[in-house]
């Protein structure tokens, strides 16, 4: 039978390497796995490439990860935001590096990682420096920029219903990056609020198909970024 | 007889309302953070109009009242808002999708320095200590079929932000339709930059002496 | 106040001109828009180029379409299936042009041409005479072609339930084609076996959102092809 | 004494069950139109494999009982269907994400033609009167991770189907990765065709002579 389930944090990203690129979904805390990036935290794994929208804040979740230096390098649309302290320092510090892309770019890399596509052309960025050094075509009259598909050996995503097969639904503006970073890692890895039998979910209601996901782990009472921020904690505690 | 000092230009309500006039009935529009997000408080009265985020929301409703809030029911600009019936929730390729490929009408954006031409800078002043951050707005202005600025006419320190060329790394060439400021409403045109309308206590020449590009009339 | 639905099927289809290109919905009969196609037939309009997966069976919808001397151009996958007959004799008869297109790829064009990506590189058809012509290139040791998206002035599409918004959702296998045309059409046109109040379809379970929606007409007993096939009706009765 | 003639080869049930034997565990597949379809009724126990049907859905169940078909409930043959527990349905850009992606284990297709390198013909014969039709037959043979061949090993009128080159126009290059015939299981190595297993009463000699590469043992 197949079962997608795992038994604890620790079990669900127990095989992530050092070097590995990892994708985590979230736009600011909403659909961030904090959890799991905890439990990656713990596991130890180290020079890591993380693609995610934002580099977190204060010094929990994707912050904490970078403020124990296993992140070498970011790919990410927007790396400062409203409490955000970590990454910026090493950054100016030059012990960090960053690849910025625009948001709708970053968010079709990655499909075009998941959906087999290696390279595609969008008009976000030309005549930009974001576009130096990239192929640029102009398609009937308008100029495009070449971009590449992102493939990651890893994703965690956070999500809301979850089943056996990896069937996933998420709440409100938590999807974000979630569903297709699923389809564009080798192995993703996926906290769920709870994991109801195969069945439960409607065929028609499923936003994530569970082909694109190999470990879920019930995460009933996930911890909001906002409120470990608020309370000034910093991860490992 | 103290003489009161007479009020120049708009006030950024004021502002937010001239945009808003400018959007019309049933539009999709998308708002920038900051001064934007004002603009969908001036709406005026028989016009509706679909608020996209492009965190994967259509149809944001108002900011929900204290207590209401769902952190993981945010903005752009990462505050938490509402929905209206009718909304629906996607994922990031999918919202992008609506952007790049023209299906927003209306987008409002903040603006550092915009040029004669259209161009837009807002992302970055290309200082070497500042750290890039560039979010969702090349895309909004090379997707979006309207792009709309609204901008003090002139930074903190008085300097212009409308020249010749912006100095500061674009998100955008050719881009911009109109500027609204505090001092005027002024259309990027094929041939220049032309005032529609000024604000009050404003002429012509104050604002072209407030102005590094040729304004026309 | 925004409302997408108009009243009859002639007013949703009245503005479709001569040569225009047109996507319709439709894997076999499943989401074939069949009531949207005859008023089609009924409202004239001709030199038409319609992006679809197959020609239609017998000598109603899709079919009648291409039997009334309507379409000049075909751009699908399988234009030969059970009971498809009139396609084949006209196409054989030099009567009417096909561009073939492996399925993936067709679904990705359209994808690609609502998303604003004028062109993407896929594997599918290197090596074969779909891809003659066309530019191939390596990307890390693998070689692709490049395909261009497609964009229609109306896409004709089956859906489920509606709103005022144009918010759908699809039933089954019938959900296939809808929602990328929906993206990539001018104008979309769908029909709805039911529309309800806004607020009535969950946000979350919204397929296609009403942004890519123009016209909504409710169609709420539906003609199956392969029955009117079974009954050897022919369009117009 | 009457000599009861010997069966030689596999039947088509027999084949279908050394397709299945070949598929581990919680595979993901794709069955193509017509033979490759008999497969799903031949998966040993204790395995549970999940089907994909390009028109959208994963998770296809058996056969609908008479009078439960559902007409938008179809697989990729066109033909009724049912879903499983823990089915979903998605749309066709969706569903090629998975194919062309590399998310789908086994694709088991039909062949017209195979060559020793294993090339795959099997969409048209490039006859100047057929009307050509490639469905998602080339999508799949570039996404899929591993292409199974079910086919007879030779035409109807006794023409070989492996060959040294194919001569109709191809689905893909080099992408078969094993052929299940009557007449054998045949893997396409680097080095060239190995035979894997015999079918009853076929030898070597046989089969070569059936064959118009050159096989392996």
């Given amino acids: 039978m197949i079962n997608k389930t795992v038994q604890s944090l620790a079990e669900a990203v127990q095989n992530i390497h050092d070097g590995a690129t990892i994708m985590i979904?979230?736009?600011?805390?909403?659909?961030?796995?904090?959890?799991?990036?905890?439990?990656?935290?713990?596991?130890?794994?180290?020079?890591?490439?993380?693609?995610?929208?934002?580099?977190?804040?204060?010094?929990?979740?994707?912050?904490?990860?970078?403020?124990?230096?296993?992140?070498?390098?970011?790919?990410?649309?927007?790396?400062?935001?409203?409490?955000?302290?970590?990454?910026?320092?090493?950054?100016?510090?030059?012990?960090?590096?960053?690849?910025?892309?625009?948001?709708?770019?970053l968010a079709e890399r990655i499909r075009a990682g998941g959906a087999g596509i290696p390279a595609f052309y969008t008009p976000a960025s030309?005549?930009?420096?974001?576009?130096?050094?990239?192929?640029?075509?102009?398609?009937?009259?308008?100029?495009?920029?070449?971009?590449?598909?992102?493939?990651?050996?890893?994703?965690?995503?956070?999500?809301?219903?979850?089943?056996?097969?990896?069937?996933?639904?998420?709440?409100?503006?938590?999807?974000?990056?979630?569903?297709?970073?699923?389809?564009?890692?080798?192995?993703?890895?996926?906290?769920?609020?709870?994991?109801?039998?195969?069945?439960?979910?409607?065929?028609?209601?499923?936003?994530?198909p569970g082909i694109f996901v190999n470990h879920i782990i019930e995460v009933s009472n996930p911890a909001h970024e906002s409120d470990l921020v608020a309370q000034k904690l910093t991860y490992p505690w | 007889m103290v003489e009161k000092q007479l009020k120049i230009g708009w006030s950024k309500t004021e502002m937010a309302q001239n945009v808003a006039m400018d959007i019309p009935d049933g539009s999709y529009v998308n708002l920038g953070i900051g001064m934007p997000e004002m603009v969908a408080d001036f709406v005026p009265s028989g016009r509706e109009l679909i608020y996209q985020t492009e965190n994967g929301?259509?149809?944001?409703?108002?900011?929900?009242?204290?207590?209401?809030?769902?952190?993981?029911?945010?903005?752009?600009?990462?505050?938490p808002v509402t929905t209206i019936p009718g909304a629906c929730f996607f994922h990031h390729a999918d919202s992008f999708t609506m952007i790049r490929g023209g299906h927003i009408d209306v987008c409002v954006l903040g603006a550092m320095q915009i040029s004669k031409n259209?161009?837009?800078?807002?992302?970055?002043?290309?200082?070497?200590?500042?750290?890039?951050?560039?979010?969702?707005?090349?895309?909004?202005?090379?997707?979006?079929?309207?792009?709309?600025?609204?901008?003090?006419?002139?930074?903190?320190?008085?300097?212009?932000?409308?020249?010749?060329?912006?100095?500061?790394?674009?998100?955008?060439?050719?881009?911009?339709?109109?500027?609204?400021?505090?001092?005027?409403?002024?259309?990027?045109?094929?041939?220049?930059?032309?005032?529609?309308?000024?604000?009050p206590n404003v002429d012509f020449e104050y604002l072209q002496k407030h102005t590094e590009a040729k304004l026309f009339q």
Same sequence: chains 1, 3.
């Fill in chain 2, 57 to 79: 929301l259509l149809g944001m409703g108002a900011v929900p009242m204290a207590g209401q809030e769902d952190p993981e029911l945010i903005n752009a600009g990462k505050k």
């Fill in chain 1, 126 to 208: 030309v005549n930009t420096p974001l576009a130096e050094g990239k192929e640029c075509r102009v398609f009937d009259g308008i100029e495009y920029v070449l971009e590449r598909g992102i493939k990651a050996d890893f994703s965690l995503v956070k999500c809301e219903l979850a089943d056996r097969y990896g069937n996933l639904t998420y709440h409100a503006t938590a999807r974000n990056f979630g569903p297709v970073m699923c389809t564009a890692a080798t192995t993703s890895i996926v906290q769920a609020k709870k994991v109801v039998e195969a069945g439960i979910i409607d065929p028609e209601i499923v936003v994530t």
């Fill in chain 1, 25 to 105: 979904s979230g736009f600011g805390e909403a659909g961030s796995p904090i959890e799991l990036i905890h439990a990656l935290i713990d596991q130890g794994a180290k020079d890591l490439t993380v693609v995610s929208n934002n580099t977190g804040s204060g010094n929990v979740g994707l912050a904490a990860l970078i403020e124990q230096r296993r992140v070498k390098k970011m790919i990410c649309s927007f790396p400062r935001t409203a409490n955000s302290t970590v990454f910026p320092e090493l950054y100016n510090a030059g012990e960090i590096e960053l690849e910025l892309v625009p948001q709708g770019t």
């Fill in chain 2, 118 to 199: 259209g161009d837009l800078a807002n992302w970055s002043t290309g200082a070497v200590d500042a750290i890039p951050a560039v979010g969702g707005a090349m895309d909004l202005v090379a997707g979006v079929k309207r792009i709309l600025v609204i901008t003090q006419h002139n930074t903190k320190d008085g300097k212009p932000k409308i020249l010749n060329q912006c100095s500061y790394p674009l998100t955008g060439k050719g881009v911009v339709e109109s500027i609204y400021t505090n001092l005027a409403i002024i259309d990027v045109k094929k041939e220049g930059l032309f005032v529609r309308k000024l604000g």
